[in-house]
C-alpha cells in the first residue's frame, strides 16, 4: 500500500507541476468518467480519474487528493489557483455524502445571475422541504441538506434555474 502511495505522490507531481506553468487545463466532461471514487477538500472535488485508476490517497494542508484529477465544483481543473472564474453552464452535482446523515452537501454553478428554486421531494413525489428559492448570483455555490425531521428512505432534489431543470437522488439512512 505503501509503494502504491508513493507511486500515486510522484504521479500527481508529474502530471501538475508542467500544468502549474500553463494554468488551466481543458478536458471535456466524459473523459472524467474512467475510475471511482469521490473525495472533497478546500474547494474541490476528485470524482473518478483521467485514464488509468490510481488508488491511493495523498493529503496534505488542506487538501485530500484520493482517485484521479481535482475539479473545481464540477469544472475540470488542474488543482492550481485559478481565480475567481465564472461557470461556463447551469450544472447540479450529486450530494456527497450520499447516503448522508445527518447532513449533506449539493453543489451547483450558475453561468448568470438568475431565480434558483431547489427543492427536495419524497419518493411518493411529495414536497417536503424547500433548499433554495432565491435570486443568486453568478459563479459556484452550496446547499446543505439536514436529516433533522426526515424518515430515512429516497428523496429527489429538483434544481430548476432559467430553462434548465435537473434532479438528484439523495439516500438518508438513518
Not at 24 to 42: A, R
Not at 55 to 75: A, C, D, K, P, R
Amino acid at each position: 500500500m505503501k509503494r502504491r502511495i508513493s507511486l500515486l505522490v510522484v504521479a500527481v507531481v508529474f502530471l501538475l507541476l508542467p500544468l502549474a506553468s500553463s494554468g488551466q487545463i481543458v478536458m471535456p466532461h466524459d473523459v472524467m468518467g474512467c475510475g471511482g471514487g469521490e473525495m472533497s477538500g478546500v474547494g474541490n472535488i476528485v470524482r473518478g480519474t483521467l485514464g488509468q485508476g490510481c488508488i491511493g490517497v495523498v493529503s496534505g494542508t488542506g487538501y485530500i487528493h484520493q482517485i484521479g484529477f481535482w475539479y473545481l465544483f464540477g469544472e475540470p481543473g488542474t488543482g492550481v489557483d485559478e481565480g475567481d472564474l465564472n461557470p461556463t453552464r447551469y450544472w447540479l452535482g450529486q450530494n456527497h455524502p450520499n447516503p448522508f446523515n445527518p447532513i449533506t452537501t449539493l453543489k451547483f454553478s450558475l453561468p448568470q445571475e438568475t431565480h434558483v428554486t431547489m427543492k427536495l421531494y419524497d419518493a411518493t413525489g411529495r414536497e417536503v422541504r424547500t433548499l433554495v428559492d432565491d435570486a443568486l448570483p453568478a459563479g459556484y455555490h452550496s446547499t446543505v441538506v439536514e436529516a433533522r425531521g426526515l424518515a430515512s428512505g429516497i428523496y429527489f432534489c429538483r434544481m430548476v434555474a432559467d430553462r434548465f431543470v435537473e434532479t438528484r437522488k439523495l439516500v438518508l439512512l438513518k
